[in-house]
Nanobody, 126 residues
């Protein structure tokens, strides 16, 4: 079992920066990739970014590429999402997720992630 806890969500203004953090505990040695997804009420869950836990290579959704950066600290078992130039359309609940089945590929498919955090609300005002 892996437990994930997000932190850092809050209300910001358009153009601001915000950093989300996800702390993993439990069987962290079983993690191959970690990702951030987001969901706004009434919309489908959307992939944001993912990172391979050991190699560190990352992948981003086109909507956030160039503005968001995902990083991990293996020693602390944390994954951060640095969000710059925030827009009102970035408003959502952001979820951290861990994948424990595929050591070779980063997946953007939510159902392939095994563990999820409780979510952190990010609200960007215009």
């Amino acid at each position: 079992q892996v437990q994930l806890v997000e932190s850092g969500g809050r209300l910001v203004q358009a153009g601001d920066s915000l950093r989300l953090s996800c702390a993993a505990s439990g069987r962290t040695d079983s993690i191959y990739s970690m990702a951030w997804f987001r969901q706004d009420p009434g919309k489908e869950r959307e992939f944001v970014a993912a990172i391979n836990w050991s190699r560190g290579n990352s992948y981003y959704a086109d909507s956030v590429k160039g503005r968001f950066t995902i990083s991990r600290d293996n020693a602390k078992n944390t994954v951060d999402l640095q969000m710059n130039s925030l827009k009102p359309e970035d408003t959502a609940v952001y979820y951290c997720a861990a994948e424990t089945n595929n050591p070779w590929m980063i997946t953007t498919n939510g159902p392939e992630y095994d563990y999820w955090g409780q979510g952190a609300q990010v609200t960007v005002s215009s």
